[in-house]
């Protein structure tokens, strides 16, 4: 997919200059970035703030799958995955370190695709890279992007905060990045035995896009700010929202009622559910990748909430004793299960 007209391999340039290749677009947008790439290590100035830190390992064959994953993409959401989890303790991501392992099937130019995507990224969140390493691979490629953000102590938000009659709040919709996936694996299934035929694509932009371009919900978190609405818990979808709610009920020492008729799911994912037989509420609650909020608040933000179309009240908190439960659209109790999401793609 990535279309390249000039192939140098990294070995002609050398460690360095590619660093310097790759770099020389990104400037430096927080003051709290003392020192930025360049030097043994970089050195940031958080003052009186707390530093919050989190790492993503993405390996090619388990995590992406380079026919489908356009580079530039995959430097994209590589990035988004990592802030997403800043921002999941309320907090505000400023800094990344990037470190790559390629093999020699690599060239320079598909690497400036990758960095393209990390820029992109790093511009629309107002983040600095400073720092990484680079190095050579037997197999493949390998990416860890560690993030690294501040926050005031008293505005964090961890996973065990969760209150009985909390509402259970998600931003956006479910599900749409699943069913990306599933087009993606069907479309490369039909190349693999025909390579004449041209990927059916057509149609399918928003759940292609939510599955090769996610976003960080930043807007959540400061929506949240300005509404004055600390959350009592808060977690980022990655693995679905099953697997998530049983994370926070599980350190919040509390039980939660899931109403399935409440999750937000896009039209286009509902439609593309019928294509593949699939009811689209599993995707939803099952399904991974989506990047969206998923946090509780006291029930006196009822109202307040409800004012905000990005956010869905899905449900609220119980006590332990009553377990985890979702209530179907035919009024049944099911026991919520943590299927989550295997990361093999392959
Ligand atoms: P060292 O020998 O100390 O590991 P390197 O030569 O690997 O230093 O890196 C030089 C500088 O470039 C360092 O500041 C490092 O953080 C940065 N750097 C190295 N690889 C990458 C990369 N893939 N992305 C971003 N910065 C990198
Ligand atoms: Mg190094």
Known sequence: MDTKQKITPIKDIGEFALIKRLLKKFSKKNPNTIKSWGDDAAIIDFKNKQTVISTDLLVEGIHFDRNYTPLKH???KSVIINLSDIYAMNAKPTQIVVSI?????????????????IYLACEKYQVDLVGGD????HSGM???ITAIGEVEKEEVVY???????????????LGAAYMGLQVLLRENEVFKTNPNL?????????????????????????????????PTAMIDISDGLSSEILHICEQSKVGCLIYEEKLPIAKETQDIGKE???APSIPALNGGEDYELLF????????EIQRYPEISIVGHIVKKEKGNHLVSNDNKLFPLEAQGWQATNA
């Not at 680079?134 to 691979?137: E, M």
């Not at 905060?161 to 956006?172: F, M, Q, W, Y």
């Not at 292609?208 to 600390?230: F, G, N, S, W």
């Open 276 to 278: 593949f037989n699939l």
């Open 74 to 76: 995959l430097g994209y």
């Open 159 to 173: 996973r065990n905060g969760a209150k009985e009659n909390d509402l259970i709040c998600v931003s956006g919709d």
């Open 142 to 144: 390998t990416i860890s």
């Open 198 to 230: 041209q990927p059916k694509l057509e149609g399918y932009d928003y759940i292609l896009e939510r599955q090769l371009k996610p976003e960080a919900r930043k807007d959540i978190v400061d929506l949240l700010k300005r509404a004055k609405i600390k």
């Open 134 to 137: 680079t190095s050579s691979s």
């Open 296 to 303: 509780t608040v006291p029930l006196k933000y009822a109202e």
């Open 101 to 117: 392992a390629v093999s020699a099937t690599y060239s320079v130019e598909a690497l400036e695709e990758l960095y393209e995507g």
